[in-house]
């Protein structure tokens, strides 16, 4: 039997995905920030991806200056309240806090930060004054992470920008992909909704955008922006991922936010993967009610790349590790009954598959979390190079091999956090005014 009841209604929902950082209250934002020592040359800002000064926010949460601590925040990074949340703040500037050289717990840094722009938020305060346009237009496809932070800091710098995005809703992962004990979707929505009151930025969602789209809007804008992200999970060449019951975590993960009273995998779960996307969809699978769900990775503990936190989190929901082994068969004829697997071990460095160690566990579902694939097709005609893992080649202005087009995020990166992809989409967007700059 697994640790959480199958949920029946919101109230059940609530306490099996309860979030594992609430927001803070003044009181405990007070005491919270009092902790700082304002280091001079802070190993919190430098372990920050975008580079928030961490300090001085802190010291203006501490002197009542929520305000001032949001614009502090949202200088560097617009996405703070979303990053306040969902950001690895462990193995970011939380673990680079001073206090953890004494084993001391960290200052609190994320769920100050989110507390922070959780008011200006919340108050609808106006933190930006937009200059005048300056008659230039830049497309953005995609509405994630990435697109909405090039998309503000375009408008900062006078730009009229339209946002294209294929799905109904903005914020692509933090929105979509992201596990509901770590943010719910009206944060999200709300912190995106209030950046396009403050930057005014033009929104089309449910509009996809196809390469012939592209060539089009080459002569209507000055420059494009892709922010398009991956596409689906790479499902790995083993029989049976076809059948009913078996899906890849990114179109589980995005059922169970969108959808979760309909998102019950089943009672008996196998996730395949090591990184941070198996162990959410293994966690959330155990909140959603399953009795049993086995974690199952072709390497040892050491290897996976999840971090230590998201593991814990998995082994506190009562999920069950399998280490090395690997599938060689889903089972079952009109739907999953099982999975085969076989034992792996290291030879020379490489894995290696040992075809006489098998073993099967019943199962009615089957998710892969194996990686996700690379969009590549999508500009394959637009003269974009892209590296030997299909990542988008970007220099250092974020502009591609096709000068009018930028990119930024997960297309880029290959897959790397939310914090990643704003920033990313911030130097973008000041590639693009200076290589037009340079243009005139
Ligand atoms: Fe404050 Fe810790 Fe950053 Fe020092 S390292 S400035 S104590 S949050």
Redesign the pocket.
Known sequence: MGEYRKPENQEDLNTNFEQIHPLMDATMAYYASAR????YD???IEACPSGID??LF?RQIRTGNLPGAARTIYNSNYFGHICGKVCPTEVLCEG????TEQDVE??E?GALQTYACDHAIRHDIRLYDLPEANGKNVAVIGAGPTGIACACELRLLGYDVDVFEAKAHPSGLALHGTAPYKITNEEVLDEVAWLQRQFGFRTHYGKRITPPDLRKMESEYDAIFLGIGLGHTRMPPVEGTDLPGCEGAITFIERVKLDPLSAYPGDRVVVVGGGNTAMDAASESARLGARSVTLVYRRSRAEMNAYDFEYDLVKQAGVEPLFHYTPLRILGEDKVTGVELARTHIVDGKLSVMDDQRMTIPCDAVIMATGQSKQTGYFADLDIHVDSKGRIVVNALGQTSNQKYFAGGDAVNGGAEVVNAAAEGKIAARGIHASLAEAE
């Open positions: 700082c020592l304002y280091c802070a190993p919190c961490i300090p802190i680079a806090c001073v206090y960290p200052v840094i």
